[in-house]
């Protein structure tokens, strides 16, 4: 089992760096291709469409044994990365990271069911925590290196690790992943049926808003710290590394949480935290000390509800299970897009920073609404 998960996890990281490096490197891209850098921020979006688009792809694919599925998406994100070392033009580089972000849901998605099933019973929160690990480590280290290795040499030497990182993923799944078999294919609109039921609506609703809440906070999480907490921008990459091993430290926390109590559980507990912290940001933000506890917390939940999501969305999609976690994928980025546009208005609007995490917590009061309708209506039916 656990060689599987390892293959898991180190697919996650590839994934994982190709998709959130690009945040650190979007200097050096708009330098190379005499861009502004807001027109490299387009690389960002670019990469989000790329996720919804591909998503609903992994429906077509139901009748495949999963380990080729799995297969399949690696090497289309391998063969992305090797296109996007070599883009010779910045129009290029956006169709590179458009078709860069296409297997992304499918891998996330099928590597859910993936982890599923290689658990032990009454371990299958822990084990999918285990593949989102990759993801969460992509953040404290592949994220700096790249920007370390722009600074030093060019933004494309990260892909070009990434390359030789994502051919060594492919031999793992042939090597290391066990056969899981395939899902039971009752024709194309059985895929559909688990829609008509309010569970997996909730749990999308969890998916969308927390996103969009965790993401108000996260995208201008520098001037959070800097013009509210006083913090010297020299010591913010500090906090970042911080904040990532609070998303590590928070994904395996939330897997245990899962698989003792329940999955809908753990996303309560953490909602409920991040939303504590968006107060406390918002009404002590000043306080350096408390910012930087807040500002780790916010990003602690990002991944601690991310597995038992992941968990709910297989379990409340049964006959449709692709198609589910798929809808998690997009549900996920469009909550992420929503989050950055709405914390962005108080900047546009003058308005104090501290409004910022105001509206986030908003959006995490609707992801909490959605979370006690699921655990007061739901969540028995579909404990393991």
Same mark, same amino acid.
């Given at each position: 089992?656990? @060689?599987?998960?390892?293959?898991?996890?180190?697919?996650a990281?590839?994934?994982g760096?190709?998709?959130?490096?690009?945040?650190g490197?979007?200097?050096?891209?708009? /330098?190379?291709?005499?861009?502004?850098?807001?027109?490299?921020?387009?690389?960002?979006?670019?990469?989000?469409? +790329?996720? !919804?688009?591909?998503?609903?792809?992994?429906?077509?694919k139901?009748?495949?044994?999963?380990?080729?599925?799995?297969?399949?998406v690696?090497?289309?994100?391998? $063969?992305a990365?090797?296109?996007?070392?070599?883009?010779?033009? =910045?129009?290029?580089?956006?169709a590179? @990271?458009?078709?860069?972000?296409?297997?992304?849901?499918?891998f996330?998605?099928v590597?859910?069911?993936? $982890?599923?099933?290689?658990?032990?019973?009454?371990? +299958?929160?822990?084990?999918?925590?285990?593949?989102?690990?990759?993801?969460?480590?992509?953040?404290?280290?592949?994220?700096?290196?790249?920007?370390?290795?722009?600074?030093?040499?060019?933004?494309?030497?990260?892909?070009?690790?990434?390359?030789?990182?994502s $051919?060594? !993923?492919?031999?793992?799944?042939? !090597?290391?992943?066990?056969?899981?078999?395939r899902?039971?294919?009752?024709?194309?609109?059985?895929?559909? @049926? =688990? &829609?008509?039921?309010?569970?997996?609506?909730?749990?999308?609703?969890?998916?969308?808003?927390?996103?969009?809440?965790?993401?108000?906070?996260?995208?201008?999480?520098?001037?959070?710290?800097?013009?509210?907490?006083?913090?010297?921008? *020299?010591?913010?990459?500090?906090?970042?590394?911080?904040?990532?091993?609070?998303?590590?430290a928070?994904?395996? *926390?939330s897997?245990?949480?899962a698989?003792?109590?329940?999955?809908?559980?753990?996303?309560? +507990?953490?909602?409920?935290?991040?939303?504590?912290?968006? &107060?406390? *940001?918002?009404?002590?933000?000043?306080?350096?000390?408390?910012?930087?506890?807040?500002?780790?917390?916010?990003?602690?939940?990002?991944?601690?509800?991310?597995?038992?999501?992941?968990? &709910?969305?297989?379990?409340?999609?049964?006959?449709?299970?692709?198609?589910g976690v798929?809808?998690?994928?997009?549900? =996920?980025?469009?909550?992420?897009?929503?989050?950055?546009?709405? +914390?962005? =208005?108080?900047?546009?609007?003058?308005l104090?920073?501290?409004?910022?995490?105001?509206?986030?917590?908003?959006?995490?009061?609707?992801?909490?609404?959605?979370?006690?309708i699921?655990?007061?209506?739901?969540? /028995?039916?579909?404990?393991?």
């Amino acid at each position: 089992m656990i @060689r599987g998960l390892i293959t898991l996890a180190f697919g996650a990281l590839s994934f994982g760096i190709v998709e959130f490096v690009v945040m650190g490197l979007l200097p050096y891209i708009a /330098a190379d291709f005499n861009v502004t850098t807001a027109q490299a921020g387009h690389t960002i979006s670019a990469y989000a469409l +790329g996720v !919804v688009a591909g998503a609903f792809f992994m429906v077509l694919k139901r009748k495949m044994p999963l380990k080729h599925i799995l297969f399949l998406v690696i090497f289309v994100h391998f $063969a992305a990365v090797i296109c996007t070392y070599f883009a010779p033009s =910045f129009e290029l580089l956006l169709a590179c @990271r458009v078709l860069a972000g296409m297997p992304h849901g499918c891998f996330f998605g099928v590597g859910a069911i993936v $982890a599923q099933r290689l658990a032990t019973k009454g371990k +299958g929160s822990s084990a999918m925590a285990i593949m989102i690990a990759g993801q969460t480590l992509s953040n404290v280290f592949g994220v700096p290196l790249g920007t370390l290795l722009a600074n030093y040499f060019s933004w494309r030497a990260i892909f070009f690790l990434m390359m030789v990182w994502s $051919a060594f !993923v492919l031999v793992c799944v042939i !090597v290391m992943l066990p056969s899981v078999g395939r899902l039971e294919d009752h024709g194309f609109k059985s895929q559909f @049926r =688990f &829609l008509g039921h309010k569970a997996p609506w909730l749990v999308l609703g969890m998916v969308f808003f927390g996103s969009a809440g965790m993401f108000c906070v996260q995208t201008y999480i520098s001037p959070i710290l800097t013009d509210l907490g006083g913090l010297k921008l *020299i010591h913010v990459s500090s906090v970042l590394v911080a904040s990532g091993i609070c998303m590590m430290a928070a994904n395996i *926390i939330s897997g245990h949480v899962a698989d003792k109590f329940s999955p809908g559980t753990s996303c309560a +507990g953490f909602f409920a935290l991040g939303a504590a912290a968006m &107060l406390g *940001i918002a009404l002590l933000g000043s306080i350096t000390v408390l910012c930087i506890i807040c500002v780790c917390a916010v990003a602690s939940v990002l991944f601690g509800v991310g597995t038992p999501e992941q968990v &709910l969305l297989v379990r409340t999609s049964k006959g449709g299970e692709l198609l589910g976690v798929a809808m998690g994928q997009v549900g =996920f980025n469009s909550g992420n897009a929503l989050g950055a546009w709405a +914390g962005g =208005f108080p900047f546009m609007l003058g308005l104090p920073i501290n409004t910022v995490p105001l509206i986030g917590l908003v959006f995490l009061a609707l992801a909490c609404v959605c979370v006690f309708i699921f655990q007061k209506k739901c969540d /028995a039916q579909y404990r393991a």
